[in-house]
């Protein structure tokens, strides 16, 4: 079947201190995957994502490449500011249109 | 502006009793979603449509309906066979048929049983 697995965290950085969150996933045919984030009391926003292997997603400083030989999808952030602290869920969707969401990481980001 | 309305965005209801979770998207998108959120276990897929009056069940549809009469409307049921009703759902939309298209978000309903 379908899953992903993150990291869960919480997760607590200083300010402008180095970000990975590891997600690995298990999927039939070859999904697309995501990272969202998630505010206090709101919905998901889209934060990157990539559609096949070795390809690049990019958002805000985020990072995270699409590594089909680890079945991983690892995001990064050189350096992280007090207004990154948040839920962060990786994401994979089939090619029937299934959406299946990590666990979610919680990031705190202190001064 | 287009997106996807939740409503309402706390609503309370007695044990035993049905409750029905509003969710409208004016982005012509296919594709629909339910899930629940729970705190630390992320987000769980209840059913999901691609398209009018068809639907598939998630990881955890037992005590929760669904219909889809429009391509707007993605109604849930939560019924009272639903152990553990009290949790925030969030509905979503993508693009049908297009795997690399991300889902967007409503702003979520929170429900609590009393």
């Known amino acids: 079947g379908n899953s992903v697995t993150q990291m869960e965290g919480p997760v607590t950085l200083s300010e402008e201190a180095f970000l990975t969150i590891n997600c690995t996933y298990t999927?039939?045919?070859?999904?697309?995957l995501f990272w969202y984030v998630q505010y206090p009391g709101e919905g998901l926003q889209l934060l990157l994502k990539?559609?096949?292997?070795?390809d690049k997603g990019s958002n805000k400083g985020f990072e995270a490449t699409y590594r089909k030989e680890t079945t991983s999808f690892h995001l990064e952030k050189g350096s992280v500011q007090v207004s990154d602290s948040a839920v962060y869920f990786c994401?994979?969707?089939?090619?029937?249109?299934?959406?299946?969401f990590g666990p979610g990481t919680s990031l705190s980001v202190i001064p | 502006d287009g997106g996807i309305t939740q409503s309402p965005k706390y609503l309370f209801r007695k044990e035993g009793q049905n409750v029905t979770l509003s969710c409208e998207q004016n982005?012509?998108?296919?594709?629909m979603y339910w899930y629940r959120q729970d705190p630390g276990q992320g987000l769980r897929l209840i059913y999901y449509?691609?398209?009018?009056?068809?639907?598939q069940k998630g990881d955890i549809a037992e005590g929760y309906s669904v219909s889809r009469e429009k391509k707007e409307s993605f109604p849930l049921t939560v019924t009272s066979a639903q152990k553990n009703p009290t949790a925030f759902y969030l509905c979503?939309?993508?693009?049908?048929?297009?795997?690399?298209?991300?889902?967007?978000f409503g702003q979520g309903t929170r429900l609590t049983v009393v």
């Open positions: 994401a994979l969707k089939t090619s029937y249109d299934k959406v299946i």
């Open positions: 979503a939309s993508s693009i049908r048929g297009q795997g690399n298209t991300e889902a967007f």
């Open positions: 999927a039939t045919g070859y999904p697309s």
């Open positions: 982005l012509n998108h296919d594709a």
């Open positions: 990539a559609t096949k292997a070795d």
């Open positions: 449509s691609q398209i009018v009056n068809d639907f």
